[in-house]
């Protein structure tokens, strides 16, 4: 029998059972107002997210959804739309039929659509805020695709999950989609049962409605939801950093004269997603007899914090494996960084938890190394981390930045990401790559100051 995939598990759901699991993990993701503009059926999918803006003279647009929908190569995708306008349209017939043919299964907007009617007549399921007959043309531009969006007040990342029906809305991070699946299959279950109770006659009086959720089915709520919150500080300092990747911000620590690059540390995977949190170190060392503790401190980490861990390079043995990842996914941890190796690869990958590591390697490091030291100065491929500094890390790698100019590389990174983004614009209009570097200064963007 063929094993079934995380789409098709949440395909058997609907949005309420989904909706009560988030409650009961205490997760956001649901959604109100984002319903059906036609009779859409139910859709499920993964994020490919796009951000929208007013059209001003000072906004640096992309071409209009056009290289968004392009840029789709997999047959599991949902546009998911931020930043449309009251009463603007941001989605219609050409760009529906464009997502049709490239097998886009859906499209979520935070927002308004019109020529509903052509959707409809291809089986293009869309789902807004409502529909209007006013063009997005001189209104509204696109601004990025690929980052962080936000969806009635809930944030989605690229490849966080969609579920949609007449009820509406809901996202799921990519970090929780297993724990919420497990929830959301026995709530489904244990609703389905009572609903054949009422219908053979049992009195609704004697139905216990709350039972899937004060049991849930693995383990108790306290061991999954983690009590340890980051501070209001580290939750400013890493929405500094949401829309951007390591290549700007490595740029940026260029131009500031800081080193943050850390060589040599690579993704598990090529991950489409930036990975950003505040530094939780780890410093391992060699095991003294009897060997001390290898993993017990990840009981200590904070929801949202990125584990950093000093193996001084190791690649003889790991310091990371299948229940250190199933374990800080169900805590919320936002990634590893590891200068060393990690093992059991397999779970990272079908969790979809973010690793970046020297490498991997079976080996375990039971009885050859052993944590001496947490929360203080640690070395990790060349750059020093102190706790609290802000990690940054993606496909190309992971960047630090000093926690106490973490404002100042966030400013320095978006001006030059604006510049990027305005020399791509200039070569989309027509203009030659020299043209656009000169007039946008190009070659001074990484000069020290």
């Known amino acids: 029998m063929k094993e079934l995939t995380v789409l098709d598990r949440l395909a058997a759901l609907d949005t309420h059972s989904v909706s009560d699991a988030l409650d009961l993990l205490h997760l956001p993701g649901a959604t109100c107002g984002l319903r059906p503009l036609w009779n859409c059926p139910k859709i499920v999918g993964r994020a490919s997210t796009v951000q929208l803006a007013p059209m001003t003279g000072d906004v640096t647009s992309t071409p209009m959804l056009t290289a968004s929908i392009d840029a ?19 989605w219609g017939s050409f760009v529906a039929n464009a997502a049709k043919i490239r097998k886009i299964r859906a499209t979520v907007i935070d927002g308004m659509g019109r020529h509903i009617e052509s959707s409809e007549a291809i089986g293009y399921p869309v789902y807004g805020r409502g529909v209007t007959m006013v063009s997005s043309r001189g209104r509204l531009v696109q601004v990025a695709s690929g980052e962080p969006v936000r969806m009635r007040g809930v944030q989605v990342c690229e490849d966080d999950y969609v579920i949609a029906d007449r009820n509406g809305t809901v996202f799921i991070s990519a970090d929780h989609i297993h724990e919420v699946l497990d929830f959301g299959e026995r709530i489904a279950r244990h609703q389905g049962a009572m609903l054949e109770a009422v219908r053979s006659g049992r009195s609704v009086g004697d139905m216990d409605f709350e039972a899937a959720i004060r049991q849930p089915p693995s383990a108790p709520i306290s061991s999954i939801r983690n009590p340890k919150r980051t501070s209001p500080e580290d939750e400013e300092l890493v929405s500094l950093f949401s829309r951007s990747d390591t290549a700007g911000i490595s740029d940026a620590l260029d131009k500031l004269g800081i080193h943050g690059q850390a060589l040599g540390i690579m993704p598990l995977l090529d991950y489409k997603r930036v990975t950003v949190g505040p530094a939780f170190t780890v410093r391992y060392v060699p095991a003294s007899d009897p060997a001390g503790s290898v993993g017990d401190f990840v009981d200590d980490v904070a929801e949202g914090d990125v584990v950093v861990i000093d193996n001084g390079g190791r690649t003889d043995c790991t310091v990371w494996g299948d229940i250190m990842t199933q374990y800080a996914g169900l805590r919320g941890i936002a990634g590893t960084v590891i200068d060393g190796v990690c093992r059991d690869v397999n779970r990272a990958i079908d969790d979809d938890y973010p690793l970046f590591t020297a490498g991997r390697f079976m080996r375990t490091g039971k009885d050859r190394v052993q944590v ?8 990790i491929g060349t750059v020093r981390v102190d706790p609290r500094d802000i990690v940054v890390a993606d496909a190309n790698g992971v960047v630090i930045v000093p926690r106490n100019r ?18 791509r614009a200039m070569i989309m209009a027509g203009a030659t790559i020299g043209e656009a570097r000169e007039r946008l200064g190009y070659h001074t963007l990484q000069r020290k100051c």
């Open 72 to 90: 789709v190569t997999t047959d599991d995708r949902v546009l998911v739309i931020s930043g449309g306008t009251e009463g603007v349209s941001c």
């Open 372 to 379: 001496a030291g947490v929360n203080e100065s640690i070395g």
């Open 406 to 423: 973490a404002r100042e590389v966030a400013e320095t990174a978006l001006k030059i990401e604006q510049s990027e983004s305005g020399i």
